[in-house]
């Protein structure tokens, strides 16, 4: 069966700039949660989705949002770019009954 | 919230030696704390997890232990081969409900031949 799917792989933006990132999860998982990897920092949880509703939020500011399909795909967006938001964003799908999390290969972001 | 610190940042073995990485965490409601391994440009991908109602679990040559009172878990990779040289973060799912994970800030192991 498909993985977990993330679109586009790689993005450059300018600062200021917004944009939206997309994962498809594995058939059958409803929980969709995501993460920005970084050198420093290692993997922080962004937010989680589960039946179109936020279930989880991790600490990062009002620019970081996100929303879950009926379908489960779920996109996060970030508005206002800063050169700090340059990153790996991973996403990752579960089912409720079974918490292992399966990552996507990621969106490298790159904001100049 | 849930917080998870990972020690050491760095590990360098040699072929074979056992390497051994420590997590604490914060929230004594979290009941779920995976392993995953990310080898350079790759997505992590889970090698072991373990619940909180189990002290220890074992698969093949890597083992994870669980102190709930102290509130720790380790992984342990026995016979070391140049192919455990990849970053592993260990993490904890925060509180009961949901399937997020809080990450430590990983582990680079380097095993050399």
Redesign the interface.
């Known amino acids: 069966k498909a993985g977990v799917t993330q679109t586009p792989r790689y993005l450059i933006k300018t600062r200021g700039q917004q944009v939206t990132l997309s994962c498809s999860p594995i058939s059958g998982h409803r929980?969709v949660?995501w993460?920005q990897q970084t050198p420093g920092?290692?993997?922080?949880?962004l937010?989680?989705y589960?039946s179109e509703t936020q279930?989880?939020k991790?600490?990062f500011p009002g620019r970081f949002s996100g929303r879950q399909f009926s379908n489960s795909r779920s996109e996060m967006n970030v508005s206002t770019l800063e050169l700090g938001d340059s990153a790996l964003y991973?996403c990752?799908s579960?089912t409720?009954s079974n918490?292992?999390?399966?990552?996507?290969?990621?969106t490298r972001l790159t904001v100049v | 919230g849930e917080n998870v610190e990972q020690h050491p940042s760095t590990l360098s073995v040699q072929e074979g030696d056992s390497a051994v990485i420590k997590c604490t965490y914060s929230d004594s409601a979290s009941n779920y704390f995976p392993w995953y391994k990310q080898e350079l440009g790759k997505r992590p991908q889970l090698i072991i997890d373990i619940r909180s109602n189990v002290g220890e679990k074992k698969d093949q040559r890597i083992a994870v232990t669980l102190n709930k009172t102290a509130k720790h878990f380790s992984l342990h990779i026995t016979e070391t081969q140049p192919e455990d040289s990849a970053v592993y973060f260990c993490a904890a799912r925060e509180g009961q409900a949901g399937t997020a994970l809080i990450f430590g800030k990983g582990t680079t192991l380097s095993v050399s031949s």
């Open positions: 929980s949660s993460y920092q290692g993997l922080q949880f937010f989680e589960f279930r989880n991790g600490n991973l990752a579960s409720p918490t292992e999390a399966f990552f996507g290969q990621g």
